[in-house]
C-alpha cells in the first residue's frame, strides 16, 4: 500500500524561492553579528536529558521532545516504577536523551565543557533548528531555526545597551519599520511580587504576567486569584498596572513602591542607566519602551529582559526577546559566570518579510543560460565552454537528452531562464552559435569561437 506523502504535523518543506528568502535573512543577521564581534557556534541536535530539564520551568519541561532509548537500553526500562505509577520515573527509563528546545542552554553547557579554550567575554552567535512539543499554529511550528546571540562572562550593563543596539542595526538592515523593543527587569518583577507578598511564588507570578498579551489583565488575575493569592495583593498589583507615561516616569512611579526593597531599587537603577545610554545616541529603527508587564516565564533571568514586538500592520507575536541571565553555567559547575543573551524569531521574521513584501525580488539566484542538447558531437564540443562558464560564474545548465526542441524550450520557460544556446550539426558546421533571447524570443548567431566572450558579456552585463 502506498504511503501518503505528507510532512509530520508542525514541520515544513522549503522550496528553492523559500531557501533563498531564508538565506536573505541568514546572511543579513550574521553580516550584523560579525560586525559586533560574535563568532559562530554549533551544538548537537540533541543532548543528554537531565542537560535540558529543570530550567525552563515545568510548562517548558514538557514541551521538551524526548529521544527514546534503542537497542538493549530499552530492556531497561523500569517496568516497576510504571507498574507503582510512577510514570515520570518510568519515563526517565525509557529516554536519556532529548532534542534541542533552545540554543541558550546548549551553549551554557559549551561554555562550561570548552571554558579553557575560550577568551571571555565571550561572544557567540548561533542559528540552528531546535524542537518543542507544542501546539503548531500560524507562526509557531515543532521544528524551527532559532537565531541567538551571546556575551557570557562579564556583568557590564554596557552589554544590554550593545544587545538593543544590535537589534536596531539588524531590523535596519533586513528594512522591517515599526518594531517595538519592550523591556523590564527580572529585579523590578521580583520587587514586585514580594510589594504582593509573594515572594516565594515568583515563578507563578512571573508565568501568568507573561500571559498578558494572550489572556489580557483580567485573565492574568484571575489566574493569579485561582493560585490563592489574595483580594489585597491583586489590589496592589492592578495599582502597578495602571502606571502609565514614559519610560522615565514609570520609573519615578515605581521609586516609592519599591523603595524599601533594595533588590527593587537595584532593578530601577540598571533601567535607568540603560535608557539613560540611548539619550546621546537614541536607536535609529526601533522603539524602546519600558513594560511592566513583560515577564518572559524562562526562569534563568535575573536582569533587564526584552521581547520584541513586530510591526502593527502585521499580526504576529513576539519576533524575538531574551535578557540577563546569572550563573546559568553553574548548573554544569562553572559558577559566577554571568551573561546576557537575545534571540531572533526566524521563522516569524520569515512571515512579518513576506507580508510586508520586503524580500527582494530577483532574490531567487536561478539558472542564467541553458545549453540545448541536439546530438553527442555537439555535447563533447561546448561542454568544455559550459565549465569555463561556470568558473566566471555563470549559472549554466545542459539539457540531458537530445529531446524534441519545443520540450526544451518549455523547460527554460518553466524554469525562467533567460537565455539559450542552440548548437546543432548545421552550427557546426558553421562553426557558429546560435544565442535565443528567451524573454524577446529575439535569435541571433555568433562565431562559435567568441562564445565564452559573447555569453560573458551578455549575461553579466
Not at 502506498?2 to 531557501?19: M, V, Y
Not at 509557531?140 to 537565531?147: L, M, P, V
Not at 568544455?384 to 539539457?399: A, V
Request: proline share 4%; glycine share 6%.
Amino acid at each position: 500500500m502506498a504511503i501518503k506523502p505528507a510532512t509530520t504535523k508542525g514541520t515544513r518543506d522549503f522550496s528553492s524561492k523559500e531557501i533563498a528568502r531564508r538565506n536573505f535573512i541568514k546572511n543579513c543577521l550574521q553580516n550584523v553579528f560579525e560586525n559586533f564581534g560574535f563568532q559562530p557556534i554549533e551544538t548537537p541536535t540533541f543532548e543528554r536529558l537531565e542537560t535540558l530539564t529543570g530550567v525552563y520551568g515545568e510548562e517548558g519541561d514538557r514541551l521538551v521532545f524526548k529521544v527514546l532509548n534503542s537497542g538493549e537500553k530499552v530492556k531497561k526500562a523500569d517496568l516497576a516504577a510504571l507498574a507503582a505509577g510512577d510514570y515520570q520515573k518510568f519515563s526517565r527509563s525509557l529516554s536519556e536523551k532529548a532534542l534541542r528546545y533552545d540554543l541558550t542552554v546548549p551553549f551554557a553547557r559549551y561554555v562550561a565543557q570548552h571554558q579553557n579554550e575560550l577568551s571571555f567575554p565571550f561572544r557567540r552567535y548561533q542559528i540552528q533548528p531546535v524542537w518543542r512539543a507544542d501546539r503548531p499554529q500560524h507562526g509557531r511550528f515543532q521544528e524551527f531555526y532559532q537565531c541567538d546571540v551571546d556575551i557570557l562572562g562579564d556583568r557590564s550593563l554596557w552589554q544590554e545597551v550593545e544587545m538593543l543596539t544590535l537589534y536596531d542595526q539588524a531590523f535596519s538592515d533586513l528594512g522591517i519599520k515599526g518594531v517595538t523593543l519592550k523591556i523590564n527587569h527580572r529585579k523590578i518583577l521580583a520587587a514586585m511580587a514580594t510589594l504582593l507578598q509573594a515572594g516565594d511564588r515568583l515563578s507563578a507570578f512571573t508565568v501568568a504576567m507573561d500571559k498578558m498579551d494572550k489572556i489580557g489583565r483580567e485573565g492574568v488575575l484571575e489566574e493569579l486569584k485561582n493560585n490563592d493569592f489574595s483580594e489585597e495583593a491583586l489590589h496592589t498589583l492592578e495599582t502597578v498596572l495602571n502606571i502609565r507615561g514614559s519610560a522615565q516616569e514609570k520609573l519615578q512611579q515605581l521609586e516609592p513602591l519599591l523603595q524599601n526593597q533594595p533588590e527593587g531599587r537595584e532593578g530601577l537603577n540598571e533601567m535607568k542607566f540603560i535608557l539613560d545610554s540611548f539619550k546621546m545616541q537614541p536607536l535609529q529603527n526601533v522603539h524602546l519602551e519600558f513594560d511592566l508587564t513583560l515577564a518572559r516565564g524562562l526562569h534563568y533571568y535575573t536582569g533587564m529582559i526584552v521581547e520584541v514586538a513586530a510591526p502593527a500592520e502585521v499580526k504576529m507575536g513576539s519576533i524575538g526577546g531574551g535578557g540577563r541571565y546569572d550563573d546559568l553555567t553553574a548548573t554544569f559547575g562553572l559558577k559566577d559566570m554571568s551573561g546576557i543573551g537575545i534571540s531572533f524569531g526566524f521563522e516569524r521574521i520569515y512571515l512579518v518579510m513576506e507580508a510586508l513584501e520586503l524580500f527582494p525580488p530577483d532574490i531567487e539566484k536561478s539558472t542564467q543560460l541553458l545549453f540545448l542538447n541536439f546530438d553527442e558531437a555537439a555535447v563533447q564540443r561546448v561542454f568544455p565552454k559550459l565549465l569555463e562558464l561556470r568558473n566566471r560564474g555563470i549559472s549554466t545548465e545542459l539539457y540531458p537528452t537530445a529531446a524534441k526542441l519545443k520540450k526544451q524550450l518549455n523547460y527554460a520557460d518553466q524554469k525562467k531562464i533567460p537565455w539559450v544556446v542552440l548548437i546543432g550539426s548545421t552550427e557546426l558546421e558553421k562553426e557558429e552559435f546560435v544565442l535565443k533571447n528567451m524573454n524577446s524570443g529575439e535569435q541571433t548567431p555568433y562565431p562559435l569561437s567568441d562564445l565564452v566572450a559573447v555569453l560573458k558579456d551578455k549575461i553579466i552585463a
